[in-house]
């Protein structure tokens, strides 16, 4: 009998529903929250409610389009955390209804881990393009930077991570500064295609280990704003590609560099990326870069599959399903993890 698992994903602001069928993708439904853009970041109570609003169609559609029926279901996986309490809650309450409904097992995700296996989605059988065991993964969003050395579907490591915000943060609250609207990130990548990189320098961290900081930069953006705005109040207007480009130059430059030496020391050449921010072009050339220069063998996921979706989760829910690793019906939503993926 085949293994139909629907995976659910409500860590933040995108409602997600998907199927998948004995490890192969089926369907991948995503409704994003548009109520955020207005604030210039997503605003926690507005998230739970919309989640709560999309949830029921979301999966409706994503059983519809896989072809499959409630019947079909063999258990349900959903983010438990960490991700926004309210936003998670939704996700959490409605896979435990659903599955006292059907009677069917409850798999718990942790969303870090979900984004590190969405290399292993496969949209047919015969697809073999995952990384083999053990390989890095830059972890990158908008809530996380981390350099996690991944052993096994169940055993990851964070290594490295930011000690003050994540990557997309960065991105985005600077784009903020700018006018260019939220999320902040796609859009820094669309201009710095056009703008100069060199032409501002921003402040890079010093601290040690494999750790991220990207607090110094932001406060090195905005006061190269407010100096440069004091003498040319149209001074965004007319370098925004220039100040795009120079930003992501440092962003990617800080992420790579602690990159490099964390796989230097592990002496592990499989490198893959996930998260949000790796649908940003310099990145994924970065690391096209880095294959061509020091032999490392890179793993970039399709974009539809970086930023926060339920095919990750339903993957991940199927690992845990063949393992026999069902979840508590009574089992909380967590906000935040330690060092210890899984
Ligand atoms: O993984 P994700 O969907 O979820 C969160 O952690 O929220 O990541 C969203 C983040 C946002 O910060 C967004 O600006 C960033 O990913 N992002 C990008 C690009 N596409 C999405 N950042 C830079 N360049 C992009 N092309």
Redesign the pocket.
């Known amino acids: 009998m085949s293994v139909v698992i629907l995976g659910i994903e409500s860590s933040?602001?995108?409602t997600s529903a998907a199927i998948i069928k004995d490890g192969v993708l089926c369907s991948n439904v995503i409704a994003s929250q548009a109520v955020h853009e207005a604030y210039g970041g997503v605003v926690p109570e507005l998230a739970s409610r919309a989640h709560q609003q999309n949830i029921v169609p979301v999966v409706s559609e994503a059983i519809k389009r896989a072809g499959t029926t409630k019947a079909d279901i063999s258990a349900i996986a959903f983010t438990r955390g960490p991700g926004l309490m309210g936003s998670l809650l939704v996700g959490n309450s409605f896979a435990k209804g659903l599955s006292l409904s059907l009677g069917v097992p409850l798999l718990d995700v942790n969303h870090l881990q979900a984004?590190v296996l969405a290399h292993f989605i496969k949209k047919s059988p015969e697809q073999d393009t995952a990384p083999q065991f053990p390989f890095i993964c830059l972890l990158v969003?908008?809530?996380?930077s981390q350099i996690i050395k991944v052993d096994s579907y169940d055993k990851m490591q964070v290594i490295g991570q930011t000690i003050d915000d994540a990557a997309?943060?960065a991105?985005?609250k600077c784009a903020k500064v700018m006018g260019l609207g939220y999320?902040?990130?796609?859009v820094?990548?669309r201009l710095a295609k056009e703008g100069d990189a060199t032409l501002f320098s921003l402040s890079r961290p010093h601290i040690g280990g494999y750790d991220y900081s990207f607090s110094g930069l932001k406060t090195s953006f905005l006061y190269l704003l407010r100096d440069e705005l004091a003498v040319d109040p149209d001074f965004v207007n007319k370098n925004k590609a220039h100040l795009a480009a120079s930003l992501q130059a440092a962003i990617v430059d800080i992420l790579m560099n602690k990159l490099r030496k964390a796989v230097k020391d592990s002496g592990i050449n499989r490198v893959a990326v996930a998260?949000?921010?790796s649908?940003?072009?310099a990145v994924r050339q970065a690391f096209l870069d880095h294959s061509a220069r020091y032999g490392w063998k890179v793993y970039i996921p399709e974009f539809s599959f970086?930023?926060?979706n339920a095919a990750m989760v339903a993957i991940t829910g199927y690992f845990k399903y063949q393992n026999g690793e069902y979840c508590d019906i009574n089992a909380p939503s967590f906000s935040r993890v330690e060092n210890q993926l899984v």
Do not use: K
């Open positions: 933040c602001d995108d984004h969003s908008g809530g996380n997309g943060e991105f985005d999320p902040g990130g796609p820094i990548d998260g949000g921010v649908a940003n072009s970086t930023t926060d």
